[in-house]
Nanobody
Framework: QVQLVESGGGLVQAGASLRLSCAASGFTFSMFTMGWFRQAPGKEREFVAGVAWSATTTTYADSVKGRFTISRDNAKNTIHLQMNSLKPEDTAIYYC?????????????????WGQGTQVTVSS
């Protein structure tokens, strides 16, 4: 049974940093691309960042490039999202996602498992 458990969300002021983590279990982690999505109130869920199985390839939404960094540790079955220079518009529920086998994850259509989400709130 696939499980994705996020942690690290919280309430911070604009300009601050947060580090999200996602602990994965129930599957061979190193075989799958992983990523982060977010959903703000009243908006569609959107792609934030993706990392290939080998961690050598990453991709980001334009809105977070240069501020967010995705990483993974295949030995610990975890991925992280380091978020720097946070802005109020980054406020959302952040979801960890597993990509479909054989696909690089950069769209919700390529997701086959979701975590429960963790709330990130950035005050101005």
């Amino acid at each position: 049974q696939v499980q994705l458990v996020e942690s690290g969300g919280g309430l911070v002021q604009a300009g601050a940093s947060l580090r999200l983590s996602c602990a994965a279990s129930g599957f061979t982690f190193s075989m799958f691309t992983m990523g982060w999505f977010r959903q703000a109130p009243g908006k569609e869920r959107e792609f934030v960042a993706g990392v290939a199985w080998s961690a050598t390839t990453t991709t980001y939404a334009d809105s977070v490039k240069g501020r967010f960094t995705i990483s993974r540790d295949n030995a610990k079955n975890t991925i992280h999202l380091q978020m720097n220079s946070l802005k109020p518009e980054d406020t959302a529920i952040y979801y960890c996602a597993r990509g479909k086998l054989g696909y690089f994850l950069d769209s919700s259509t390529q997701v086959d498992s979701w975590g429960q989400g963790t709330q990130v709130t950035v005050s101005s």
